[in-house]
């Protein structure tokens, strides 16, 4: 090793050069410092990760597609519901978040999440023609249900959800988290 300052070579493990007085650094010292360094790197790295993984999995816990077992007994689920009027549901829709709301439709659409996990988009109003209008989103979790099954629900007003229709256009219909459903008439 040589000292920076005088170009002294120093044979000996020396802190100061025995020759002007400079102060030597020692490069296992240097080393050793980029290791430890790296190391406490890759620690906190890691520990980010499985904050991060821990934090995603509290989130996939309460996400909206997932349906929650309801504590309430059907009878009281049923005894609580609400048959609001789409257009107070779509125009005052803060007015019954948390509320359990009934309805019958048909089923438009089934898109499945989750094993045993869906979103129903269900037309609620019947006309001559059978049920095209007043669409609810419905998250559902149980059996398979189909396109075309007319279907009760009870479940608890989420607000408004808004989607991408097939012609990119946005649409927004309310959105019901289901506690209870029966099948009332099966498709076909």
């Known amino acids: 090793m040589y000292c920076k300052e005088c170009g002294t070579e120093i044979t000996e ?6 020759n002007c007085g ?4 020692n490069k296992k010292s240097i080393g050793k410092t980029f290791v430890k360094g790296f190391f406490y790197s890759i620690v906190i790295l ?14 996939e816990g309460i996400s909206k597609d997932a349906t929650t077992p309801p504590s309430m007994t059907v009878e009281e689920i049923k005894s ?25 439709g048909e089923i438009l659409q089934v898109s499945e999440r989750r094993t045993n996990n869906y979103v129903l988009r269900v037309a609620t109003k019947q006309s001559t023609y059978g049920y095209h209008e007043d669409i609810i989103w419905v998250n559902y979790k149980g059996n ?11 479940g608890e007003s989420k607000g408004l959800e808004t989607y ?25």
């Not at 398979?144 to 009870?154: A, C, F, H």
């Not at 991408?164 to 008439?185: C, F, K, M, R, Y």
């Open 46 to 59: 890691f520990g980010l990760m499985m904050i991060g993984a821990f934090m995603s999995g509290v989130n």
């Open 144 to 154: 398979r249900l189909l396109e075309g099954d007319i279907i009760d629900i009870w």
């Open 164 to 188: 991408s229709a097939v012609l990119g256009n946005q649409v927004t219909i309310p959105e019901i988290d289901s506690l209870h459903v029966e099948l009332v008439t099966k498709a076909g």
């Open 22 to 25: 400079t102060t030597l650094k």
């Open 80 to 104: 609580r519901a609400l048959a609001i009027p789409y257009d107070d549901l779509m125009r005052n829709n803060d007015n019954y978040i948390g509320e359990i709301i009934y309805s019958r």
């Open 13 to 18: 493990k020396r802190e100061v050069c025995p």
